[in-house]
């Protein structure tokens, strides 16, 4: 289990990065939380959702679809959630590899973690 609630699989570990593939049940959201040392770098394999992510002034929310790949900058809050009626999977590449507990940091995001998400915005 990643540290947003999200289930992880650690697919690779190197000196340089690691990568790991994410996933939510359909309609499930994650908790929000900042990355304390790495970027993390996404690719959204299978699934429909939404991604909110802030930096400094700078809020936005992405359409989260198969074949959109994303960066997540060290520092910036970020949330995502699944569709009510799909899963979403995600490969991330993390820079440098993942340090362990400690390195994601529970943040305010626009969401409440856990239930089904309103489907508005949503398809």
Do not use: F, H, K, Y
């Given at each position: 289990m990643a540290p947003?609630?999200?289930?992880?699989r650690v697919l690779l570990r190197m000196?340089?990065?690691?990568?790991?593939r994410f996933e939510l049940a359909a309609g499930?959201?994650?908790?929000?939380?900042?990355h304390r040392s790495v970027t993390e770098i996404w690719y959204v394999l299978e699934g429909c959702g939404e991604l909110w992510r802030r930096q400094a002034s700078h809020e936005e929310i992405v359409a989260l679809?198969?074949?959109?790949?994303?960066?997540?900058?060290?520092?910036?809050h970020f949330q995502f959630r699944?569709?009510?009626?799909?899963?979403?999977?995600?490969i991330a590449a993390?820079?440098?590899?993942?340090?362990g507990d400690g390195e994601a940091a529970r943040v305010d995001g626009?969401?409440?973690?856990g239930g089904t998400p309103p489907a508005r915005g949503i398809t």
């Open positions: 947003d609630g999200s289930t992880v000196r340089g990065g690691s990568m790991a499930q959201i994650s908790a929000a939380v900042m679809e198969p074949g959109i790949c994303l960066t997540l900058p060290c520092g910036v699944a569709a009510p009626d799909t899963p979403l999977a995600v993390t820079l440098p590899p993942w340090p626009p969401w409440t973690p």
